[in-house]
């Protein structure tokens, strides 16, 4: 596969990271779905391990969604803003800290942007509360499932 078509898997994978925090947008479907191409161009043992793994995990995401309360996060004030800081502390923290760092660096980059727009620790640690139990922790699964799927897709480019 070229770098070209590589570039294009990962641009791919990176807009299904994005839509994970979009309503109405399939991010973990898109996230598969770059996987797949690239393991139908690529055909290589570690890239058809690569989309298998990929496959099991987001059905197992999709069976512990199922099992959270429903996304709400509208009625819990949650803006795009906020989708934001999540997501970059949960980049940022799936790197920093390998793999597992996504979770606190999601809750951070949430409890950040309610700090800053509240002001007071308190009432941040309320908000991130709200928007946990009222739909985030069924973003934050997706998020993680996807960061997942995509950092088994570097590995599996870089070293593979």
Do not use: N
Not at 53 to 75: D, E, H, K, N, Y
Not at 109 to 124: D, K
């Amino acid at each position: 596969m070229g770098v070209w078509d590589l570039l294009l898997v990962g641009l791919v994978l990176l807009l299904g990271l994005c839509g994970v925090l979009v309503p109405g947008v399939p991010g973990s479907w898109l996230v598969w779905a770059a996987v797949s191409w690239w393991a139908l161009k690529d055909p290589q043992p570690v890239a058809w391990w690569v989309l298998v793994g990929a496959t099991v995990v987001l059905f197992l995401s999709q069976v512990v969604r199922w099992a959270l309360p429903p996304r709400r996060l509208r009625t819990s004030g949650a803006t795009p803003r906020m989708g934001v800081y999540a997501g970059v502390g949960a980049f940022l923290g799936f790197f920093l800290i390998p793999v597992l760092g996504a979770i606190p660096g999601f809750m951070a980059g949430v409890y950040l942007h309610e700090r800053l727009r509240l002001g007071r620790h308190g009432e941040a640690v309320a908000a991130l509360r709200t928007v946990m139990r009222s739909g985030g922790s069924s973003v934050l699964t997706e998020l993680f499932t996807c960061l997942l799927i995509a950092g088994a897709w570097l590995g599996a480019v870089i070293w593979g």
